[in-house]
């Protein structure tokens, strides 16, 4: 399945939720924000499957001002 990650094109398998794109990233899943096609998507959705081809930001949170 394709999605699209800040920008990228990224192949990743079936069924593929946040949780495991952090995973594949390498991201902890703490500290970070997901929008699905443009809309925040929450973390009690996390382990389900994200859409093929959906835009996915993943935003971290960065300390300091």
Do not use: C, F
Not at 13 to 32: F, I, N, R, W, Y
């Amino acid at each position: 399945m394709e999605l699209t990650v800040n920008g990228d094109d990224r192949q990743v398998h079936d069924g593929t939720s946040a949780h495991s794109l952090l995973e594949q990233l390498g991201l902890p899943d703490k500290g970070v924000a997901i929008a699905v096609n443009g809309a925040v998507h929450p973390r009690s959705r996390w382990d389900e499957a994200l859409p093929a081809y959906a835009d996915v930001e993943v935003l971290t949170a960065v300390q300091g001002g």
